[in-house]
Structure formats: C-alpha cells, structure tokens
C-alpha cells in the first residue's frame, strides 16, 4: 500500500498519509513505494473548516458599505433578487477557490436565495465543490415571510413553505452523503421565516439524521424584533420551537446574556464566530471565551463576502484573537493556538464531524501546508501563522488528493472565472 509522505516540515514534522487518512505523525521511516513531497521548514496544520459562508454574495462585494444589518439586507434584498443560477455558480467558483488558497477545505454555505424557484442552484452550489475537490455543508437555506406579512425581506425573495420542504428532501436525497457533501437544513432568521417553518424544518431534519443551522442574536435589532413579535428574546424563541439541541449550530450569536450562554453549553448547540463581518456591520462582539467555558463548540465563519470582502478563512484567526482581546481587555483572552482550534477542531465540532479539522492519527488528511519563509524568526510557527503577514497555502490536500499546488488550484482557470465573476457582477450595478 503506498504512502503519501510530507516530508520536513517545521511543524509538525514528517506526515504520512495512507487511504486519504493520516497514518503517522513525527519521524515518519521512508517505505519503498512512498511518494515523497517536500515541505522543508513548513508549516502544515489541519485544514480549515469554515462554518458559515454565502458564496453568492461574491455578486455584491463592496455594497452597502456604511449600514447595519438591517439597512444592509433592505438594500441588498432588491439585488439579490435578480440573481441567477449561473451568477450564483459563478460567484461559487471564485468563492470557494479563494477559501482554498486561504487552506480552507470544509466549508458551509448558507444559500436561501433561490431565483424565481428554480432549486437547481442547490444542484450548481454542490457541482462546484465537488469538482474544485472540497467538502460543503450545503445548508438549504429559505425565506417564508416577506414584507407583507410582517418579515423584513421583500416577497419576491420568499418562498412557500410547502415549497421549500419538497425542495430540501429533493435536495437531501441527492446530495447528502456524509463524506464531501453535508445536506444541512437551514431557515434564515427569526425576521424572515415563519414559525411553521422552523418546526417543519426541524422535524425533517431529525428525521433523516441532518443538522440544523440558521442566524441568531446577531444584532440588538434582531432582539428588539423577537420582543416585539413574540414577547421572548431570540434564543427562547427557538428554545420554544426546539431549536437549542445538539444538531444545531447558529450563525453569530452575539447577543447572549449569562443565562443563555449557560443554556447553549447544556445543550450542545454550536456557534459560528464571524468576527470580520460583525465588525463591518457593527453588529458587536461575540462572548466566544464566554462560550466556550461554558462548553459550546465554537467555529469561526467568513460569513458573505458583502460584508466581509477579503472572503476568507485565514484572517479570521487573527480577527479572531484580536477581537477576544479587545473585548475584554485582557491580552490572554486568546492565544494563536486558541485561534487555530476554533478554525479546525471547532469548526467540526460544529459541523458535528469527528474526523476532520484534527491533525491526529486516523483523521481525514485534509492537510493545508503553509510557507514558512518569512516567519522563521517567530519562535512559534503558529504564531507566525496567526499574526505574522498574511499568506497564501502552498499546498492543500483533501483526503490525501491534492487540490492546491503551489499556491495555484488545480483544474481551474482561476483568473478567467474572475473575470466572469465581474462580468456577471457588473450586470447588477445599474
């Protein structure tokens, strides 16, 4: 059986790599047979996970760029509405090679924009990550309660409901099969989709064994709104409709008080930390020492590129950091370390995926292996990674198959998609 051997790196020394698993982690002895790829004084580290993105916003990066949230999407809704399943495919390519040139190779899309009901764009988000070669949490997303009846998007964004429950078993049956692709099951947020529609959501997805995401407590607005329309704030909201579980994980979560954070850890839920679009959006800052003390697996997202245009993962381990930082000021509040294991391990623990995210024995090997050139005078290689100059991956591997060398991904045109990307996102601007 031949091996994969990453040879020399700085850290964590020689990997190899069998069945696109992790075999060995040290001195790793050459084997007849072994393919031998060098890495002299890199850094290699797990992958990546990503846990809440929205690649069809690469359509409007640089939009709205002085609004809250609220102004925000009432500006972006009538944008987005125009979009296309080929736009969308468009922004996915471009999207989802940037996360991997920033060792991104786990990524959840959040997508409930679906254009003119045409659910194929689920179809096209799926194609385009199994063709760049990376794992997606394809989160079939939906909107059900528009202006009219009180919600915040426009109605020519929403769908039926019944429509969106015979779209997300279309869309499970196909797609979901728990190695490259995740179907999750994902109503947007507490103003935009209806009771009925979180309960039904739930209900199919625990029956078919899928996880559940959706925004919650993103901005003080949002708590207003569940105060006024419901009487609760948003986590009791969900609490009501049997959305803090285990299977689930929210996108932001800022706007928890002591008692909430307390009842996410007894629960299990999960919370993806979006720390460079909350800042854009002046949204706040997430009580992520908070949370995981209290035992919440906490992830860090890119969030859409509409409110965070660097687009990738990378960054926001530095973000990350600082932001814990500030928050308390208290320059302990989180170490590089720290940083990295929100955007590994703790993404999968939000993911609800054991065997990725972790550079250990037996672990997927989803390998990201960085340069280290100009980092050699930081003591600590990871945290040269976290807060020395930015970088790119050199290599990324996922499952042992190589999708990214040499800073360039493999099978694409990436300079050409760029350029429809704009040429598509052009059309929007008048």
Not at 121 to 131: G, N, P, Q
Not at 323 to 330: I, K, L, N, V
Not at 393 to 414: C, P, S
Request: net charge negative; charged share 25%; with cysteine.
């Amino acid at each position: 059986m031949s091996r994969l051997v990453f040879r020399g790196a700085r850290d964590p020394g020689d990997i190899a790599v069998v069945d696109g698993r992790i075999a060995a982690i040290g001195e790793v002895a050459e084997e007849p047979g072994d393919e031998i790829l060098r890495v002299d004084g890199d850094l290699i580290t797990a992958g990546l996970v990503n846990t809440h993105h929205h690649l069809y916003q690469w359509m409007t990066r640089g939009w709205a760029t002085g609004c809250d949230l609220f102004t925000w999407l009432t500006t972006l809704y009538p944008v987005w509405a125009r979009l296309e399943v080929e736009d969308v495919a468009a922004a996915a390519r471009v999207g989802l090679s940037e996360l991997l040139l920033s060792g991104c190779t786990t990524a959840a899309d959040h997508h409930y924009l679906v254009p003119r009901g045409d659910d194929t764009v689920f179809d096209a988000l799926a194609e385009t990550s199994l063709a760049l070669g990376m794992r997606l949490h394809l989160a079939r997303g939906s909107m059900d309660l528009g202006e009219s009846d009180g919600g915040l998007p426009p109605d020519a964004v929403v769908e039926d409901l019944e429509a969106i429950m015979i779209s997300t078993e279309r869309v499970a049956d196909r797609w979901h099969d728990a190695d490259m692709i995740h179907v999750t099951v994902a109503p947007c947020s507490p103003f935009s989709v209806t009771p009925e529609l979180m309960r039904a959501s739930a209900a199919f997805a625990r029956s078919r064994g899928l996880r559940l995401h959706t925004h919650l407590a993103e901005t003080r607005e949002e708590v207003a709104d569940c105060l006024e329309r419901f009487g609760k704030r948003p986590l009791a909201v969900l609490e009501e409709l049997d959305w803090v579980a285990d299977d689930v994980w929210f996108a932001h979560g800022i706007h928890f008080d002591d008692a909430e954070v307390a009842r996410l850890g007894r629960a299990g839920a999960g919370v993806a930390h979006c720390p460079s679009s909350n800042a854009r959006l002046a949204a706040g800052m997430c009580r992520v020492t908070d949370l995981l003390a209290a035992g919440v697996p906490v992830g860090l997202g890119v969030d859409g590129v509409a409110s965070n245009e660097q687009g990738t993962l990378a960054p926001e381990l530095r973000q990350a950091l600082y932001t814990a930082r500030q928050r308390e000021a208290r320059a302990d509040a989180l170490s590089s370390r720290q940083a990295l294991d929100l955007a590994t391990r703790g993404g999968a623990d939000c993911l609800g995926v054991d065997d990725i995210g972790r550079l250990e024995v037996g672990a997927r090997a989803d390998l990201v292996t960085w340069p280290a050139e100009d980092i050699v005078d930081i003591r600590d290689a990871v945290d040269g990674l976290v807060l020395g100059p930015d970088r790119r991956a050199r290599h990324v591997h996922v499952g042992g198959r190589q999708v990214v060398r040499d800073g360039e991904v493999l099978g694409l045109d990436l300079p050409a998609a760029r350029r429809e990307l704009g040429r598509r996102s052009r059309r929007l601007w008048t």
